[in-house]
């Protein structure tokens, strides 16, 4: 016979289903599906509390998709309850989303991007790290030198990502006088140019190109290329070379 329990009442079988109304409910519940019952919808795929005992702090991730969550509902106005009734979660799930105590799933974010009127991404923003960036301002930029620069052509780079082998490479590119035309350019990649100031034959190939201010010329950097003709000095103009061709 099975011994009675120290308040008296039987301990139930193994596997066995607990009345919701029966009493001491809860307090046969362990503490993760207690959880489960408090988030109302959310079922236990759906999240996992964190910062408790035993369980891991909030991370960069939790912190994130919390912040954004509530800068997205606040620009809506919406307050919890209403975010809540709209995704069909709890009022307290939306609370632990937004104050990143709980990890959810996918399936989870996903509801409530789209009752937000998000990307599901929108909600991972904060994540981002930081990325390299290069500002040069009006007048500046870093002069190098070029096989063209014992020809009078005078190159400034202006932007340069030192941690990207496939970045583009803005060049501003000026001719004088005292500029000659220079034997053709080739490179792999491709180029693009948008003239500036002056007047200038362009060579491609076997095609010229009669550039004034405001146009541009996209093209192959395989075929020989440059300048052919300086019909109106200073030349300037601005080259972008994307010296890694795509493979598809």
Known sequence: ???PTTDGALPLPTGAAVPK???GYHGLMASSDRETVDDG???PADALSVGGSGTPAPGRLERSIGQQVKHFRATLGLTASDLAERTG???AM???IESAST???LTTLDRVAHELGVPVTA???GLETDREASHTKAGEGAVVVRSGTRRGHEYKILGTLRHREDALEPTLVTLTSASDVFPLFQHPGTEFLYMLEGEMIYHHGPHQYRMLPGDSLLFEGEAPHGPAELVSVPIR???IADPHPRHT
Do not use: H, N, V, Y
């Open 1 to 3: 016979m099975t011994a």
């Open 21 to 23: 109304d029966c009493p």
């Open 41 to 43: 919808a959310a079922g």
């Open 89 to 91: 979660l709890s009022k």
């Open 94 to 96: 939306i609370s632990k």
């Open 103 to 105: 990890s959810c799933s």
């Open 123 to 125: 909600l991972f923003r």
């Open 237 to 239: 103009f601005l080259a």
